[in-house]
């Protein structure tokens, strides 16, 4: 929930300074690592249209929004909210991005939510996706539960990995 309203706070700061653009090297020497990861994810929701024109993101920016949507989403109302809403079209992409930057077992709490899902593969599209939520959803609620539980964890430091990613591919968020 704390990430939740640093997210939406960090949307009206980013609106209020829209007129500059964005500069990575100082967003990466703000002191409050959450708002290092917020202030990219402001900048790359933004870009993106909220994800609506996802294509506009490179391969990095891609990866580093799929890591915050999860983590909005799971923080917000668990697997179910996730895969409800428009960040389950990218499941797989995000367990991909999980081990991109590192994050190995939050990339098997995803792959373990994600196989609720028949033959373990979550619909790309929304309204087939939901519609196969209402039919495992009672099946799934005990698991989701538990991975929101070994979620809510922490066992891999998202922020940090998410940083050292930017980091290490500084270049794709200069972009």
Known sequence: MK?????????????ASSQTEFDLDKVLKKKRRDMVVMEIDSYLNKKS?????????????KSFLYVENLEREINNGGFNQYYFNSSGDFSQETVNALLEIGAKKTSKIVQKANS????GIVPKDRTERQNELELIQQKAKKSWNKCDSEFYKYQDNLTELLIAFVVNNKMDFEK
């Open 49 to 61: 249209e909220y994800g609506e024109k996802i294509e506009k993101l490179n391969s990095s920016q």
């Open 3 to 15: 990430k939740l309203i640093i997210f939406i706070a960090s949307l009206f700061s980013a609106n």
């Open 116 to 119: 609720e899902f028949k033959n």
